[in-house]
């Protein structure tokens, strides 16, 4: 039992009452953020293409206005937003960049010599998935394009020193509006790989912990408890739910290369994600 995450836990043992810009409110990760940090907090989200209400219009690629808006006196940025899709970042890598890496070097131009901090929400995809476990301290060798386009964004927070950068794995859960997971087991069947092993977060311990961890600088990683198949996952999942979705095994896939085995584990904290079983049933209730 891992009781931060839960509402009792919450806010963290802090005095600090940030005022934060959440890039990419109306994503899957970003609501989940947002449903964690606006009771606590005074936030300020964007969307892109799916205007919700409360948030404020933003294309990463208006430059002028990415600027104008991180120069706004923020103590914190979350940035949420950008390419996520793997395969669409392996169609396309220019605009991968175009939205994973060039965005992350106009933030710094914006915040440099303020006290506004950046938080990037990166990925275990920053690693070729070989080692049993990865921890903040092992090389960086992404295999498919979205995973080196977090690689290079990274590279520049690490280089202008004092932002951090948090490394979460596969997110589950259910979102406030955008449902990139569950959207999975919306049909009669869905394929799940038994031969991607993952150690997934779920989705509303992510807010609680990011706020334990925000005062850090440089690499955390964020990950969840348990280790199991992606087939695994969505079975249980299923279950849970009690879900008529068949979840149909399969190996190998098309497509972009995917890392075979991610966990991620820390040396620099000791948060790791609920159990499945504890988040199931709160996903279930
Ligand atoms: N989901 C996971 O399992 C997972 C795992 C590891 C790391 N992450 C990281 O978590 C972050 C969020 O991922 P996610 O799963 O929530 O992705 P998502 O659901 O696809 O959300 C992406 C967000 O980026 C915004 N966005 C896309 N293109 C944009 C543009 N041109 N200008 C401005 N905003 C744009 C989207 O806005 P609209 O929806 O309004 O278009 C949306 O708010 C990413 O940094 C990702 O690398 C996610």
Not at 16 to 38: D, E, K, N, Q, Y
Not at 98 to 119: H, I, M, Q
Not at 265 to 284: F, I, K, N, Q, Y
């Amino acid at each position: 039992m891992n009781p931060f995450w839960q509402p009792s836990g919450w806010p963290p043992p802090s005095d600090s009452r940030p005022r934060i810009l959440l890039l990419g409110a109306s994503g899957f990760v970003g609501g989940g953020l947002w449903t964690s940090l606006t009771p606590r907090h005074e936030v300020v989200g964007t969307y892109a293409t799916r205007p919700l209400p409360g948030l404020v219009r933003l294309d990463l690629r208006d430059e002028p206005r990415l600027a104008a808006l991180a120069a706004g006196g923020f103590d914190l940025i979350v940035h949420a937003a950008g390419l996520v899709p793997l395969e669409a970042a392996e169609a396309d890598p220019a605009l991968a960049h175009r939205l994973n890496v060039r965005p992350v070097e106009v933030l710094l131009d914006a915040v440099r010599g303020s006290a506004t901090k950046l938080l990037l929400l990166s990925s275990d995809n920053v690693f070729d998935g070989t080692r049993s476990r990865y921890t903040e301290d092992d090389p960086r060798s992404p295999v498919n394009v979205y995973g080196r386009t977090k690689t290079a964004a990274e590279d520049l927070l690490l280089a202008e020193g004092g932002h951090l950068i948090v490394r979460i794995p596969l997110v589950f859960g259910r979102g406030p509006w955008a449902n990139t997971f569950l959207d999975r087991l919306a049909g009669p069947t869905t394929a799940a790989r038994t031969d991607l092993v993952c150690a997934p977060v779920y989705l509303p311990s992510i807010g609680p912990a990011l706020a334990r961890l925000w005062d850090r600088t440089g690499v955390v990683h964020y990950g969840g408890a348990d280790v199991l198949t992606r087939f695994a996952l969505m079975s249980a999942v299923r279950r849970a739910l009690r879900l008529p979705t068949r979840v149909v095994p399969t190996e190998g896939g098309s497509g972009c290369r995917r890392p075979p085995r991610l966990v991620l584990r820390s040396t620099r904290h000791t948060l790791l994600g609920p159990g499945l079983d504890e988040a199931l049933a709160h996903l279930a209730a």
